[in-house]
């Protein structure tokens, strides 16, 4: 028997056509919505993330979400609109893998406007408790920050990189912060890995001097950073060669050691003072740039109840056993900040100050630290 072929009809035909359509529009909506995450990740923080090296922290394959917010404005708009050289720049924008971990970036101009201060922090931290953030070197003014935590029965792990750049016009500077946070993170222990984590903030910064026309001298490829410094990574004052360099020991106050890092340009330096065995008991630290800025409008909004803070007067006295001084330097809104405060645990440093040891630790610290920055002597407090 033979068979005979189906025949469509003109009602077939259009049912035919319209599945066609749907399916081709369905088609369209998924490369539509697939690039739609590439488009994000290339808008994210005004265009200046560098991609490629996000998805080779997230990972390749990773489906991203992707978060983003520009407010302000920097540098010569920044003039025009408000009148004054105050940078409102704020950019942030957050990469989230889902089970891999997140990259959150931070852009903000310096100086900052006054109306901003004491609403919190100016600027993005970088973690500085219990370790010490090491500078980036490389010709960079920078630091690196890395803590790892135990959560169930992974590690998470945690680096911030920031980055500061000295634009060319005097005055102005851009701040960039990078944190990254990966589930199950036991890379960061690895020298081979961590600049992986650094790379991201440099080239998020390279793009960024172009994009609002910063024009900073940039440093080169970061190929090692060392790891934050310990609390058990503390040494003999007198051999100190970094940070702790020239500050001297107290034998009435038992200051014998320190735990210290290099300076290379760092825009924020710490030094800690301890005895014999490392037990803290004073904290020098030095701030540059928008670090300053953002250490002194802290000090208008959590200290008004100060006489005088380092908001108002650039040397003095801040409570029973603290002091700070400060420096005018070649860039910068901001005057530099070095202050002194007892770091000791059980306050008997508080209790019973040893303030002519507190002002010459302080002098020979801000003294080393403007040389290296290439500021002006201190001004140191009298008393």
């Known amino acids: 028997m033979a068979l005979t072929r189906p025949t469509l009809t003109r009602r077939g035909v259009r049912a035919l056509a319209a599945v066609a359509v749907a399916l ?21 923080c005004d265009g200046v993330l560098p991609v490629g090296d996000v998805r080779s922290v997230l990972g390749e394959d990773a489906e991203l ?37 997140h990259i959150a970036v931070t852009i903000a101009g310096s100086p900052r406007p006054r109306a901003e201060y004491g609403y919190g922090e100016l600027y993005a931290a970088v973690p500085a408790s219990h370790t010490l953030p090491v500078p980036l070197g490389n010709g960079w003014s920078g630091l690196f920050a890395a803590e790892t935590a135990r959560l169930d029965d992974a590690e998470d792990g945690t680096a911030t990189t920031a980055v500061l750049l000295d634009c060319a016009r005097r005055g102005d500077s851009l701040l960039i912060t990078v944190e990254t946070a ?36 940039l440093g080169t490829p970061v190929r090692t950073v060392g790891l934050p410094v310990n609390e058990d990574e503390y040494e ?11 500050v001297p020991t107290a034998s009435r106050s038992a200051v014998s050691t320190a735990r210290e890092t290099a300076r290379d340009r760092a825009p924020r330096e710490n030094c800690v003072l301890g005895t014999r065995d490392g037990s803290p008991l004073y904290r020098l630290e030095a701030y540059y740039g ?36 400060g420096a005018t330097c070649p860039r910068g809104a901001e ?27 302080l002098a020979a610290f801000a003294a080393a630290s403007a040389e290296h920055r290439g500021c002006a002597s201190p001004s140191l407090p009298k008393g």
């Open 335 to 361: 005057s530099a900040l070095y202050l002194i405060r007892a770091a000791d645990a059980d306050g008997e440093t508080r209790r019973r100050p040893d303030l002519a040891y507190e002002r010459a630790a």
């Open 290 to 325: 928008p670090y300053a800025e953002d250490a002194r409008s802290q000090y208008t909004r959590d200290y008004d109840y100060e006489n005088v803070t380092p908001a108002e007067k650039l040397a003095g006295r801040l409570g029973q056993s603290a002091y700070w001084a």
């Open 236 to 246: 003999p004052l007198l051999g100190a060669k970094g940070t702790c360099a020239a």
């Open 65 to 101: 979400d992707v978060t983003n917010r520009t407010e302000g404005a920097f540098g010569d708009k920044a003039a025009k609109s408000g009148g004054k050289r105050a940078n409102s720049l704020s950019v942030r924008c957050r990469i989230a893998a889902e089970g891999t971990g």
């Open 24 to 44: 081709a529009a369905l088609t369209g909506a998924i490369v539509w919505f697939a690039g739609s995450e590439d488009r994000a990740l290339d808008g994210a």
């Open 182 to 217: 990966l589930r199950g993170a036991t890379t960061l222990d690895d020298p081979a890995v961590r600049p992986d984590f650094v790379r991201t903030a440099t080239a998020t910064a390279e793009a960024a001097n172009d994009h609002w026309g910063c024009g900073a001298r």
